[in-house]
């Protein structure tokens, strides 16, 4: 059992007016202290921009392993199942989203918490915390604390820090 997943997964749902509680109570004061001085909207858009408009940081975690493939369709499928063996309530978000994940993992003996996080988990996170770090995200830092909170981490990997220059075709 895990409680830092459960208080760190509240970080990653849509920020409301309750936002700069839960960075505080996940133990990320700067993220809280941002939160405070913008205000609840601003709020808003940036967590849109970030993980909406930007596919490299999509906390649907099944986007990071399989895009889209098949096998991630049945991946959805096993983690509704799995959400609902565990009373996880669903929302409006796909059930492999990082707050149903954290949470089903908070839930989670050990042995299961790390096959899990192995499995799943860190290697999508991990993925995530390369492109936030890339992009300078402020959502960067509760990314690498919940990177840290997983039973097993995975290596982040490395991305291009600029896209390829395309040359112009002349007609000859």
């Known amino acids: 059992m895990n409680p830092r997943l459960e208080r760190l997964a509240k970080v990653f749902e849509y920020p409301d007016e309750n936002y700069a509680r839960y960075c505080h109570e996940a133990g990320l004061a700067e993220l809280a202290a ?31 392993l399989y895009g889209e493939q098949y096998a991630r369709g049945e991946f959805l499928v096993k983690m509704r199942r799995t959400l609902r063996g565990h009373g996880i309530a669903e929302t409006r978000e796909l059930p492999d989203h990082l707050t149903h ?31 936030l770090e890339q992009a300078q995200s402020p959502f960067a830092a509760p990314m690498r604390a919940v990177r840290a909170a997983l039973p097993v981490e995975a290596p982040i990997p490395a991305l291009k820090k600029e896209l390829p220059v395309l040359q112009e075709q002349t007609n000859r």
């Open 34 to 64: 941002q939160a405070e001085s913008l205000g609840v909207a601003e709020m808003q858009e940036l967590y849109t921009n970030t993980f909406d408009w930007n596919p490299a940081a999509s906390l649907d975690l099944s986007w990071h």
């Open 101 to 131: 994940v954290l949470a089903l993992m908070s839930m989670l003996e050990p042995d299961a918490a790390e096959s899990a996080a192995r499995e799943y988990a860190a290697p999508a996170v991990a993925k995530l915390v390369a492109a």
